[in-house]
């Protein structure tokens, strides 16, 4: 039999157990006594801080309840049930968001950079006469109804960049390529902003649209050079167009100006000779009666009357005496000079 020397015995060894048991024992049911607490504190803390919301003064908030559309939230702090009883969603209503097509922004402020890689597929477009165009657009809408944006379709941006893709390639497939490069972009970018608000007014997903542009549009490169030049050929024209307007706008009103007054000047004159015509005829008729009443005296009346007016006229004048065939002396005879000696 083996000796294990003077080591503790069975029966102490138990009562060792026993106690290191007893001992757990008592520190868990203390620690098991706070744990309630700890998690109640939690649950306040946490509680508290989800209890309150911020909606910024270029958004709506959108508050639902149980799942279900309560209220909306204006700019402001407000509170809400905590623990997911009311859930809020923030929309920017009050500003102007804006897509790019063909190109991304990369650094906005007063000198924007931008970057074409990667997005060639997505600005090129095939025209009406088969001709390949690149084309660079905007989209700018505004969310009218933050409920319908957010839970009538399940991606409204990504709809709005479908639809708005899609109605462009369609208008430009329907155009020739001088039309898209040159003179058609603006009632291109008008029709289609009109029928992408037709589309989703369909689709009711409360958004309006405030404008469709097109940023730039251009040749691929390797004929870029060739249209270029049709285009400033297509804008001298143009110019050379508005140029002739103006001038037609300057001058025929100046030539009517100038028609109408000639033509009341003549009517003036027509007028004019009329009315002296009719006070000559009246003055001879009246000279007529005067004649039919006493002929010998009305002719010679007339025949001085026609003297006083003719001999001023003259620079010299002569009367020659019927009866004795001499010349009567009549002085002046010859007209004084101005400024001259008698």
Known sequence: ??????????????????????????????????????????????????????????????????????????????????????????????????????????????????????????????TGDLNVSDVEWIVQFQVIDPFKYIFRIQDPVGTIRDLCEAMV???????????????????????????????????????????VKFQDVTPPDPVKNAFNEV??????????????????NREVPRARGEAKRALQEAQGYAVERINKARGETNRFLALLTEYKKAPTVTRRRIHLETMEEILPRLEETYIMDTDNGGLLPLLPLRKTPEGGVK
């Open 231 to 248: 285009n400033e050929a297509e804008q001298q024209k143009e110019s050379l167009i508005f140029q002739a307007r103006e001038q037609f």
């Open 1 to 126: 039999m083996q000796d294990w020397g003077n080591g503790p015995s069975g029966e102490d060894l138990e009562k060792k157990v026993i106690e290191i048991r007893d001992q757990l024992q008592k520190k868990f049911n203390r620690q098991k006594g706070l744990l309630p607490a700890i998690i109640i504190v939690i649950l306040l803390i946490f509680g508290g801080f989800s209890s309150f919301y911020e909606v910024n003064t270029e958004e709506t908030g959108v508050v639902l309840r149980f799942g279900k559309f309560a209220e909306f939230a204006d700019p402001g702090l407000h509170f809400k049930i905590p623990f997911g009883v009311e859930q809020v969603y923030l929309v920017p209503t009050g500003r102007v968001l804006k897509e790019e097509f063909g190109y991304r922004t990369v650094t906005p402020g007063v000198r924007t950079t931008f970057s074409k890689r990667g997005l060639e597929e997505e600005s090129l477009t095939l």
């Open 169 to 211: 390639r369609k208008a430009i497939g329907n155009a020739n390529v001088t039309q898209v490069l040159t003179t058609a972009r603006a009632a291109l970018a008008g029709e289609i902003q009109q029928n992408l608000q037709s589309t989703l007014n369909q689709y009711d997903i409360g958004v309006r649209i405030v404008t």
